[in-house]
């Protein structure tokens, strides 16, 4: 049963650290999505990627978030510093040619 | 930029009552897809719609695409309680991108 991977599921951290959450597309997909949701913003995209080139990342603060595809089975979210404000689940989604997106179970992240 | 609204943003429903959410885009879509996440998981896919005036059904649940592919219902018949959680529909405007704008979602609660 293919499925997007996060990790890890939980992180808690005090400001000022690094974080930095994974995700593992679904094979053979070729997008792959970056959600931040918390309970006032809904699902807010932080970016996106077509076959590992970045497409969009205006959804993201750039002076501490970043995000990169070293290969095509990994994707990278890291926040530095992060901030008591970054405290959110994280998605990451992956999907084919089209719109149909399938997400991972997500990265809960508290910042102390 | 492109906007996707959705009412009610909440509806509690006694058990074997009806839900209909409602989606509408500030932009003539290409498709429409709609997820459900179910309280602290993640949203998973439903069914995409892609022609003017498309009726989909699940089961209980009616999709509809509007004729100006500008709006699109999720209608449920007799509610249960498995069917708590908040249902998103996302629009896509161009298949090669890949890309959807998620509205903020309708979370239903449902009273056994």
């Known amino acids: 049963d293919a499925r997007v991977t996060q990790t890890p599921r939980h992180k808690v951290t005090e400001m000022g650290q690094e974080v930095t959450m994974r995700c593992q597309p679904i094979?053979?997909?070729?997008?792959v999505f970056w959600y931040r949701q918390t309970m006032m913003q809904g699902l807010e995209l932080l970016a996106y990627?077509?076959?590992?080139?970045?497409?969009?990342d205006s959804g993201m603060p750039k002076d501490r978030f970043s995000a990169e595809m070293p290969d095509a089975t990994l994707a990278t979210l890291k926040i530095q510093p992060s901030e008591p404000r970054d405290s959110a689940v994280y998605f990451c989604a992956s999907g084919r040619t089209g719109n149909i997106q399938y997400f991972g179970a997500g990265t809960r992240l508290s910042v102390l | 930029g492109q906007q996707v609204m959705q009412i009610p943003q909440y509806q509690h429903v006694q058990e074997g009552e009806d839900f209909t959410t409602y989606c509408n885009s500030s932009?003539?879509?290409?498709?429409i897809q709609w997820y459900k996440q179910r309280p602290g998981g993640h949203p998973v896919f439903l069914i995409q719609l892609v022609k003017s005036g498309e009726v989909k059904k699940q089961k209980r649940l009616t999709f509809q695409f509007g004729e100006a592919k500008k709006n699109s219902s999720l209608h449920i018949t007799a509610t249960q309680t498995t069917d708590v959680g908040t249902y998103f529909c996302a629009g896509g405007v161009n298949t090669n991108a890949g890309k959807s704008t998620f509205g903020d979602g309708t979370t239903l609660t449902v009273k056994p």
């Open positions: 990627f077509r076959n590992r080139a970045p497409l969009d």
């Open positions: 932009t003539t879509l290409s498709n």
């Open positions: 094979l053979g997909h070729n997008t």
